[in-house]
């Protein structure tokens, strides 16, 4: 059977000492854990982070990367700096990189290409807003947001992309799909992968849910045949609220 893949995302959260308190709590919390997880802490922390989760069944992840290698690219980081650090994973088209930052889908495109390119795992996001949804456009969106997402990436290079469904209602709200709703995009999602590469790649490629994943609500969600895993803000930024979710 598939294993979970928990993956926390901490954003623009802690200094570096309190980062190190955190990681090390995680580390020893999932330390027999059977599940794949992952954590991204903002760039400034990675390295310190970094030291902490070496040796550990913890993998290191980065929030966001530049779609160029280096060069005039003022405030970027480049997937070189990030191999650099030890990153092995990036959480790409996060709808607050979509949405406050305005990245398109051709600009995530270009990022999940330059990943790969260098063989850093990436968890694509993707999502509806509530206007969206209430609209009937949910399937719709995350349809164009994984079919432009993924233009050009090959069946082999699929071994190295997580797609994580977060309705973009349900981020940081304390609101989250209910397990049935949320299965039945997942659903969509993996007809959306099989029809792209195939029923095996679209079995295989895990699909994580995002959205105010917690110890009370994860156990229901993960219990859906569609959800592989979760990707996690806020419950991400404590040991007690992480690694009880790390255990389902
Ligand atoms: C996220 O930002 O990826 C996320 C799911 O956040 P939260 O768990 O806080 O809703």
Redesign the pocket.
């Known amino acids: 059977m598939k294993k979970n893949y928990i993956a926390a995302?901490w954003?623009m959260n802690l200094t570096r000492s309190k980062a190190v308190e955190l990681a090390k709590d995680i580390r020893e919390a999932v330390k027999d854990g059977k599940n794949k997880y992952m954590i991204a802490p903002s760039f400034t922390l990675i390295q310190d982070v970094a030291e902490v989760l070496k040796g550990s069944n913890i993998l290191l992840g980065a929030q966001n990367m530049c779609a160029e290698e280096q060069g005039a690219f003022t405030g970027e980081v480049s997937p070189l700096q990030l191999l650099d650090l030890g990153v092995q994973v990036v959480i790409l088209g996060?709808?607050?990189r979509r949405h406050i930052f305005k990245e398109t889908n051709e600009l995530i495109n270009s990022k999940v290409k330059m990943a790969l390119a260098h063989k850093i795992e990436v968890i694509l996001?993707v999502g509806e807003l509530l206007e969206e949804r209430e609209a009937g456009k949910a399937v719709a969106v995350c349809e164009e947001q994984i079919r432009k997402g993924l233009d050009g990436v090959s069946e082999k290079d699929m071994e190295n992309i997580t797609i994580?469904y977060?309705p973009v209602w349900?981020?940081?709200?304390g609101k989250t799909a209910s397990p049935e709703d949320a299965d039945e995009i997942h659903a969509e999602i993996r007809r959306v992968l099989k029809d792209m590469y195939g029923e095996e790649i679209a079995k295989n490629t895990y699909i994580q849910y995002?959205?105010?994943?917690k110890p009370t609500n994860a156990e229901a969600l993960l219990a859906k045949e569609n959800i592989d895993g979760g990707?996690?803000?806020?419950?991400?930024l404590k040991a007690e609220t992480f690694a009880p979710i790390c255990k389902f």
């Open positions: 995302n954003k996060h709808s607050e996001c994580a977060e349900a981020i940081g709200t995002g959205g105010s994943m990707l996690i803000g806020g419950a991400g």
